[in-house]
């Protein structure tokens, strides 16, 4: 009797937390069946909203209406209109955010623009050590094209790595690998106090938690919307610029979009004013109209609300966890403090592709990356403590098997 | 009785041709209702295909199966994949065209590319003085992040113009405006006799008429989807690089989805070999794969076929106008020589923005284009003698109509 008083208590604890979850009814808006999904921080759920609005789109914007619905079916201003949406969840006043292109390329025009606004002289841009590897990559290429040196540092080192060299400096809001969660308030104080700019990315965050861009004075940020915004897949990303700085936003991808006049057709260029001058070419309509309508779960709900739910479903995981897997099997690299963590949680272990191919296997999504993390990403909006509950006893059980085997 | 025996000349005429037409059939794969729609130039019609597919992507491929449609699902493969499948209406092999971006993101790719490909010491980027106004901002911003000067040159003009300083010629196919079809061999040639790259924009020739990457030995190319391809609003450009070059590809945007090993989430960018070199960011999978479906109306279509019937439209639509609209209302600016025209015909007259109003309100749907043009795209796939017969009747009575009240 003695082995199963542990599960019993958990389960129990996650029904009564699941009881009092004010998110709760958020869930019923997603597409789900009984599989725990924890990679929403790699590809969001389905709305319910999103496949009916598709129909729409495709079929009568489309099909029907055709060419008009740029004009009357608010396909030309789509980038701006979605912008805003996504705006209050990272603590943005409107007519700073435009939505287009992948992440990658929005880094490309993010750290161009801050180098070209940084002083005269400053010629080193500092990107975290452990970027994700995509935005590193477009970093290099921002720095070889601006005359830059390109400086990796640790998160952590960066505010005594700044000097009067530093022209910009890009950091990950959350990292992709362990879910810590950086000091976005403090390093961008720093990078301003050094005479550079801030960039952040935003892809492990938004939507998780609060960022406050506009409190903290970040200069630039930029942002994927298929994880915790659950825009689809390789829905598109997003620019924010702030205010006061979009009259000298330069980009180094001066698309007919972002042009003063864009149907004037002329030669010469002219960048508009606003967040759109961060607009490039033609916007993908359906993909950005999908997530125009995955953004509608997010009436009501306040992203305090979902950081709150947040710390919890990942204490909770973690408990479960310590309760059910013998010690030393997993390591979490996932910070224990909550101003250190972000969304998710990231455990280490020997053998650990296999291990999540068959936590899949039974019905437990989260994901493997190299080269031995598991990552389980929590959604306060549809993932409930019973699936946290569940998804630590499956592991347990797994791990059982892998180390039997072994 | 004299008045109305053109009309009914051209009428039966118009009758006749479709009745022999071996594209005719074409037309019911496609969603389309009384109007004439010759905007297929600017946003090609739906195909029947795609509701469907995408009501399987969004439902079960992301609602469902969620992130395992990456691989189970052939997301990740699909810009690839989809490539090969726009290659044949382009000439090019297999193995060389990449989806993904923008149009304007893939121009400044190419651009970039062919600049750092070309011989050391060469500073100069040509650029089509009649460009689609995105290439020659994207252009600009190409040669001022290369130290390059950038110099637009009629495309008639090129050839004396290119030099020893020439790094890359950017041109368009099929000019945007006025429908003239440029000379693609022989301005290739040119550009190779000087030492220089050929770098092509078939947004207005892919999908209308014979192109021949492979054969006219062009080096680097780029295109929507969404006009002569019918991909959809917005719907991802393409990118080709020619088999040979693909080693020497340098790209300004060297996203994670084109390293040699994405998933190894290494800090050191390498390359990845083929066109997938020129993939950037996360594709978008929605937009992707209505063009997927919607490239499905090509089985069994050979362009060449798309190519004279193509002609055969706008000599009779030329000529239905001509019949039709009293001397000096209109005047083509689309060449009469086949070999030196697109697939539209652009005609200029007073009051143009009024005329477009007005036929659009009678179900005749082409488009605007600052200051005094009339376009009438002609998509051989959906678009019938009797339509060009039609449009060109209302276009003689809405210029009746305007020219009376002025």
Known sequence: MSETTGPTEYEARAKKLDAVDELAAKRAEFVLDETVYL???????????VPGRMADVVGRQWGELRIRSWTEGGWWTAPERIGDLIA?????????????DSTSVNVFKALVAAVRMAEEGRDE???DAGTFPS?????ESAARMTGCTLRPVEPAEVPGALSGRTAAVLLNHVDYRTGRLHDLPGLTAAAHAAGALAVWDLCHSAGALPVG????????????TYKYLNGGPGSPAYLYV????QDRFDSPLPGWNSHAEPFGMRSAYEPASGAVRGRVGTPDILSMLALEAALEVWDGVTVEAVRAKSLALTDFFLECVDAYVPEGRVRSVTPEAHEERGSQVALRCDGAGEVMKRLIERGVVGDFRHPDVLRFGFTPLYVGFAD?????RVLAEVLDEVHARS
């Open 388 to 392: 946290a509950e569940r998804a630590a």
């Open 242 to 245: 702030r205010h006061d700085l």
């Open 135 to 139: 935005d590193g990559y477009i970093a």
């Open 39 to 49: 990679d929403g921080n790699s590809l969001g759920a389905l709305s319910v909203a």
């Open 88 to 100: 209050p969840l990272v603590g943005a006043a409107p007519g700073q955010i435009v939505v287009g």
């Open 213 to 224: 861009l506009d409190e903290h004075g970040v200069d630039l940020a930029v942002g994927c």
């Open 125 to 127: 841009i500092v990107v």
